[in-house]
């Protein structure tokens, strides 16, 4: 027998630990949840816990918490992801899952910025393969409001009526009235209203008839928190209804009592406007500092994007003129043609009214037009560097079929008397403007409207790579480049026009007179009240928006 007993102990050991692993693979599980409910205030963060047992990995399960009903998704998580597209939308933005134990089976959702709606009943569920569980919670949320207060509305009925009021309570608060001994008076009247967030407003009466009960207590108390709040007032025996000289005493001290509370309610007021508006005004210049900030930052990010490789990007001419030197000159009278009137300064040329073209005039023939043209040469010679400079260009108020200007650059040797051609085959690097258009003088001509009757142009002379720009220094826009020039001798600047009350006038970059406008740094693209000058152009920016 006692070999049999020996025998028979290893088989029932086994048989204990084949049902314990058993057990341990099963994929059954349980979910527990908070066993008490869960108090928050509102406005602020509160986590809602569920765990599962026995404790294991719940990263590959299905996770979901749901208001009242399964559809009314709180947080849905599945497939180690959120599912934003299954979460009712007050919750959006204000729930996420905690799961630093993740792996260890529990897990939380905190909801941010708790609302009167988020109040009441929720469940968390588990689901693994065909397995699902789920648990119950209680969330309570509470808001501690102001008051109470109390206010001595006046004599009635051989007593003293007194209101208590109280505001932003959740959930509606329970009220007390109570004398100096701590006895409890029955309130004469309640009234309880909700505002637009759910919190409550809450307004009790009391009639004190006794004179002896000079002192007399409200106390509002959260049902849930347990917390309370007293506020006590004095009432003086003469101001109780009788027939005595004190009742105009009563009447007149309440009406001071009243302008009082008035006044101070009134200055408390204006003193937190005051505070609000300085706050908003603190915040508003803090937003321009930063966004002011922050475009300096991207103009600065810019503008060494555009140094590192200023050739490729037609644009922004005015950190273009960093890479160039600006010429000063004047007009050269001995080059200039007897129908151009030259200021004395020789910075400014006109055109004669009612000019009569003869035969002495160097004509611009194309398409079987003929015309004149009028040019002067400025006063200084042109060699290898990187040069720029401004003309003002004024057409006057009317816009007629003879207004024509050309400004750019020619050799020095250049024919401009008798017939000639402002072409670059010519060793002449010009844009012409005649009759409300732009012309380049090329093989593919390409025309713009000038909508202005004035302008700034810019004209920049890289000699080394063989390059003449033009910009619109008003609105910082490109509006054409000869490249590929291979330039010899010597280059000076060039100008012709023709047209009654038009003008050229030559500015230094540093001008800021009132015949050069402001060419203060812009960084727009788009066209602004100046020029329509823009070209349709193959260049890529090298400054991405």
Not at 149 to 161: L, N, Q, T, W
Not at 306 to 318: C, G, S, T, V
């Amino acid at each position: 027998m006692v070999c049999s007993l020996d025998f028979s102990l290893p088989r029932d050991l086994f048989f204990i630990l084949l049902l314990q692993v058993s057990i341990w693979g099963s994929d059954s599980f349980s979910v527990i949840g908070p066993s008490e409910p869960i108090v928050a205030m509102l406005g602020a963060d509160t986590v809602l816990p569920c765990r599962v047992s026995p404790a294991m990995s719940v990263e590959n399960m299905e996770i979901r918490w749901f208001h009242s009903q399964f559809s009314d998704a709180v947080y849905v998580y599945q497939n180690g992801m959120e599912q934003a597209g299954e979460q009712l939308v007050d919750f959006k933005g204000r729930a996420e899952l905690v799961k630093d134990y993740i792996t260890e089976g529990r897990v939380a959702v905190r909801i941010h910025s708790l609302r009167v709606s988020d109040n009441g009943m929720y469940k968390c569920f588990f689901k693994k393969g065909s397995d699902l569980e789920e648990a119950l919670l209680e969330l309570k949320a509470i808001s501690l409001g102001s008051g109470p207060h109390i206010f001595m509305v006046g004599p009635e009925d051989e007593g003293i009526r007194l209101k208590c009021t109280g505001k932003g309570w959740f959930p509606q608060p329970e009220i007390q009235w109570a004398d100096a001994k701590g006895e409890k008076i029955p309130s004469l009247s309640e009234d309880e209203t909700q505002d637009n967030d759910g919190l409550f407003q809450i307004e009790a009466s009391l009639l004190v008839r006794d004179s002896s009960k000079t002192e007399v207590s409200c106390s509002m108390k959260n049902p849930f928190f347990g917390q309370e709040q007293v506020e006590t007032i004095f009432i003086p025996e003469p101001f109780f209804p009788r027939t005595s000289p004190w009742k105009i005493a009563f009447v007149v001290t309440l009406v001071i009592l009243g302008v009082f509370v008035g006044a101070v309610v009134y200055l408390a007021r204006k003193e937190r406007q005051k505070k609000k508006k300085l706050s908003e005004v603190k915040k508003e210049k803090e937003k321009e500092s930063k966004a002011k900030e922050s475009f300096e930052k991207e103009l600065a990010r810019r503008k060494t994007l555009y140094q590192q490789d200023w050739r490729k990007a037609e644009l922004y001419p005015d950190w273009r003129k960093e890479q160039f030197k600006a010429v000063v000159f004047t007009l050269d009278p001995a080059t200039a043609h007897p129908n151009l009137i030259l200021s004395e300064s020789r910075k400014h040329i006109y055109s004669k009214e009612s000019v009569s073209q003869n035969g002495d005039a160097p004509t611009h023939q194309e398409q079987g037009e003929s015309e004149a043209i009028f040019s002067v040469l400025g006063k200084i010679f042109l060699t290898a560097e990187r040069q720029h400079w401004e003309v003002e260009v004024n057409i006057g108020t009317e816009v007629g079929s003879r207004t024509r200007w050309a400004l750019g650059v020619c050799s020095d040797t250049a024919k401009r008397d008798g017939w000639f051609v402002e072409r670059p085959e010519k060793n002449f690097w010009v844009v012409v403007y005649k009759a409300g258009e732009f012309i380049f003088p090329t093989s593919q001509r390409k025309s713009l409207s000038l909508r202005q009757h004035s302008c700034r142009i810019g004209v920049f002379l890289d000699w080394d790579a063989g390059n003449v720009s033009f910009y619109n220094m008003i609105d910082g826009s490109h509006i054409y480049s000869f490249t590929g020039i291979t330039f010899c001798g010597t280059l000076r600047p060039y100008f012709s026009l023709q047209g009654a009350g038009a003008s050229l006038t030559i500015c230094a970059a540093s001008d800021h007179t009132e015949n050069c406008p402001d060419s203060s740094p812009k960084t727009s693209l788009t066209h602004l009240n100046s020029c329509d000058a823009s070209v349709p152009q193959e260049t890529n920016s090298l400054l991405p928006p």
